[in-house]
């Protein structure tokens, strides 16, 4: 059962039980109203009933009434008064019923009765003796039924005539004298009475009067009043006001009301079966209300009732018409709103079933069905079937891109395949012999794989191409790239056994033996393995010229630069001559100006040449001059280190002048040790962002602190702060460190003691 | 003129006002380092006025040295013709070989103004 059938269900089951419960209730509702007013109407018709016959009995029976009545007539019901005539102080009429003279009698109740019954203000009366025997009967010309003094006549109180005598004489007593027609020529006479007896002197009755008056006239008043026909029901028969008149009145239909007789049958029926007399129902059928209410006061329900037929044809039309409308519109409002549910509903799910049936397709692979358009009554994007609509159609257009997508990677799938194929036949047609069959039999399956299967299959077979390519490619290459590396090895190993040959020859031009009275200890390290860097060590008779010098530049050009550099050192020397170190210097600056800028003819300034320093021993006067370009000296003895510092021009530069004077410093009788160096020491920078140099001031402050003034000790104390100095950072120039002390002993020659790296 | 600094060369900032450099300074070729400096400063300082070299050096080798006779050179010619210039050079309290540096290059200098600038906290711009 679809969701759909099972709402339908639900809620034609839910609408059911409330149409139910409302028809149900309804119907209590409509039963309950009824029945109030059923009772309603016959407490009316009740009152309204009584009242009118009381005040019918008042107006005429009762005046008869010999305690209550009339006071002309009460008059002459009084044992001591003659109101009759003027033949005595005593009732003539009393008295005559006294002596049984019926006929002297007679008059006196004429006088009495006769115009009355002639106003038909009463209509009957009867009088009996004390035994039973009547004494008296008037009754007026128009009567209905049965004639109260007619010889057929039998009044009900005959059968009962003892009780009923005894009950009037004890006080006037007020009945429903119902007569019969023993003949059954008339109908039933139904007369409200006043029954009284007759008393003398001596409080003895003498007769039994009764005074009735038909009901008839009363009956007839009613129904017109209420608009309501009659019948009368006594002691199990009932009798219609129709029955009093020749026309049976079967065919009338007074006041609305029809068949009257059937009305009577059917409310003698229900006077039967009601345990109550009073009762008031409406036969819908018929158009009528039936109502039965007691007659009187006097006699039961049961004995004698009224009942009252009134046409409600109209209220219950209009009350079924209520129903009707009622019943109407909620039936149409049930119908309206099942019917919008039902359209909401089969709407809705019809989207629903269209949005399933549009989901499998494109699950498919049918990408051409869509969501219809919404357009009728209720329908919104922002309900759940737009939004699922929504929902499908986004989902749609990404599946078209992802299609689309798909087709490009595709396409391009094929371009990059196109173009591995036609590269890998370049390669082949490259080759020859068996690589050549082998790389056309690859290029010939992988062709065929590309070409074949679905998307997935073709992509994977696209990758293996790849592979493929790639692998058969890197082959190639990397049997050229072997070719090619073997000849930058070769070349490579050519230059480096050029530069460690020059090496060996800058390594030639140091110093290989030094002075036995001067001990040394040098670090000399090139950044590279040839550099600027070069030291001097020329030992004469009288004197010793020691030399650390750092040419502009490094690496080999450097190492060329040294080499002049060594040749001036050397070519500076004036072996006949007192020099002292400041001239020395100066002499060397003249030759580097000389030897470089000869060979330059341009104007352009040459900077090249070198910062050093120069020491001169002058063994016989004991004394060590100093003369420095950029370059100081440091003499570390019992007070301490300190520096000497050269002039701040370097040799061959330019800037320095051509004739420049270097300075001599002179350390007489010189103790201690001495410790010459190039920049490479001072401009070790430290491992930091933003690095300062070691400096010189590190440098003096290192001899200082060092426990031992002795060569080794400070080259070994020096380089040990600069490692320290540096951390991790490489070296940036080439460096010289070179120390030494003055022995004084003999000129001898010892080996040297040269720390090279 | 802005060129950052790189390993072997300082940050470089030069406009009408102001020439700036901080940094180590030892290029492999001197010649291609110098040459589009010293060709900015000549058509960029003008001959009047005033102009500010501020100079925060960390190392350089002796051949930028002889590029720094020729950069002050330059400025000390400018200052002779007119231009009010003066030099800040900039040295950490630690470092002497830069002080030293500082004191030959000032001691060289007649027509611009030199001062030298002890700094401890690492100057605005930063080198690297």
Known sequence: ?757 | MEQAATQRTPLIEINEARCRMVGECYPENIQEFSAPVMSTLRSVVPDAGSFTVDLELFYFNSSSAKFFFDFFEFFEEKAAAGLAVKVNWNYREDDDTMLEAGEDFGEDLESCVFELIEVQAPSEGDAQ
């Open chain 1, 1 to 757: 059962m679809s969701i759909r059938n099972k709402l339908l269900a639900l809620l034609i089951t839910g609408f059911s039980v409330l149409l139910t419960i409302f028809y149900v209730s309804n119907q209590t509702l409509n039963n309950a109203s009824q029945k109030f007013t059923s009772d309603s109407l016959a407490q009316t018709y009740s009152a309204a009933w009584l009242s009118a016959s009381d005040a019918q009995f008042e107006r005429s029976v009762e005046q008869f009434d010999p305690e209550l009545g009339a006071p002309e007539i009460t008059r002459l019901w009084d044992p001591f008064e003659n109101a009759f005539d003027d033949s005595g102080d005593s009732n003539p009429l009393i008295a005559a019923l006294e002596s049984d003279r019926p006929d002297l009698a007679r008059s006196y109740f004429d006088t009495l009765f006769a115009d009355a019954v002639d106003l038909e203000e009463i209509s009957f009366v009867m009088a009996y003796t004390t035994t039973g025997r009547q004494v008296y009967c008037l009754s007026g010309l128009f009567l209905h039924g049965a004639d109260p003094c007619g010889k057929s006549a039998r009044p009900d109180f005959f059968l009962s005539f003892d009780s009923f005598l005894r009950d009037a004489i004890q006080r006037p007593t007020r009945n429903i004298v119902r007569i019969t027609d023993i003949t059954g020529d008339k109908p039933l006479s139904i007369n409200d009475s006043l029954a009284f007896g007759v008393l003398n002197a001596d409080e003895e009755a003498v007769a039994l009067v009764v005074v009735g008056k038909n009901l008839v006239d009363n009956l007839e008043l009613f129904s017109e009043d209420f608009e309501v026909r009659l019948a009368v029901r006594s002691n199990g028969n009932s009798i219609s006001l129709d029955d009093y008149y020749d026309d049976d009145g079967s065919d009338s239909t007074e006041y609305g009301v029809a068949n009257l007789r059937k009305l009577v049958a059917r409310g003698s029926q229900m006077a039967e079966e009601s345990s109550d007399a009073t009762f008031s129902e409406v036969i819908t059928d018929l158009g009528v209300s039936i109502t039965s209410i007691p007659l009187s006061y006097q006699a039961t329900a049961e004995e004698i009732s009224l009942l009252i037929f009134k046409d409600q044809s109209e209220s219950i039309g209009q009350q079924q018409q209520t129903t009707f409308n009622t019943n109407a519109s909620v039936v149409a409002t049930v119908i309206m709103v099942v019917g919008v549910i039902l359209g909401l509903i089969w709407g809705a799910f019809g989207q629903i079933r269209v949005a399933i049936d549009v989901l499998r397709g494109m699950a498919q692979g049918d990408l051409n069905l869509e969501m219809p358009e919404r357009s009728r009554i209720l329908a919104s994007d922002k309900d759940e079937v737009g939004r699922l609509s929504g929902a499908i159609d986004q989902y749609r257009e990404q599946l078209l891109e992802a299609e689309e997508q798909r087709v490009d990677r595709s396409r391009r799938r094929v371009e990059r395949d196109n173009l591995m194929f036609e590269k890998m036949e370049i390669l082949a047609s490259e080759l020859e012999g068996g690589a050549k069959d082998l790389m056309l039999e690859d290029i010939e399956h992988m062709r065929s794989e590309v070409e074949s299967g679905d998307d997935a299959a073709k992509e994977r077979a696209s990758i293996e191409l790849m592979g493929v390519a790639f692998s058969r490619m890197s082959d190639e290459v990397s049997s050229l790239i072997n070719a090619r590396t073997e000849e930058l090895v070769r070349t490579r190993d050519e230059i480096d056994s050029s530069i460690r040959y020059a090496a060996r020859l800058q390594n030639a031009l140091l110093p290989k033996q030094y002075p036995g009275d001067i001990s040394f200890k040098v670090h000399w390290r090139p950044r590279d393995l040839v550099g600027g860097d070069i030291y001097f060590v020329h030992s004469l008779p009288d004197r010793v010229y020691i030399a650390v010098v750092d040419c502009t530049g490094h690496g080999v050009p450097g190492a060329f630069l040294s080499i002049i550099a060594r040749s001036v050192l050397e070519r500076a020397i004036d072996e006949r001559e007192i020099q002292n170190a400041g001239d020395y210097l100066s002499k060397a600056h003249g030759l580097v100006m000389e030897t470089l800028s000869q060979q330059d003819n341009s104007n352009e300034k040459i900077d090249e040449g070198f910062d050093g320093g120069v020491c001169i021993y002058h063994r016989k006067e004991r004394r060590l001059e100093f003369a420095g370009a950029k370059s100081s000296l440091f003499w570390v003895n019992d007070k301490g280190a300190e520096e000497v510092k050269g002039d701040r021009k370097s040799v061959g530069s330019s800037r320095s002048g051509g004739a420049f004077q270097f300075n001599t410093h002179v350390i007489d009788n010189p103790q201690g040790a001495f410790v010459m160096l190039t920049d490479g020491i001072t401009d070790v920078m430290s491992a930091e962002d933003r690095p300062i140099a070691f400096g010189r001031r590190r440098v003096l402050r290192t001899l200082q602190n060092s426990p031992q003034a002795t060569p080794e000790g400070l080259v070994s104390n020096v380089m040990k702060s600069v490692d320290l100095y540096r951390g991790g950072a490489p070296y940036r120039d080439d460096l010289t460190l070179l120390a030494f002390s003055i022995n004084g002993g003999a000129d001898e020659v010892i080996t040297p003691d040269v720390e090279e790296v």
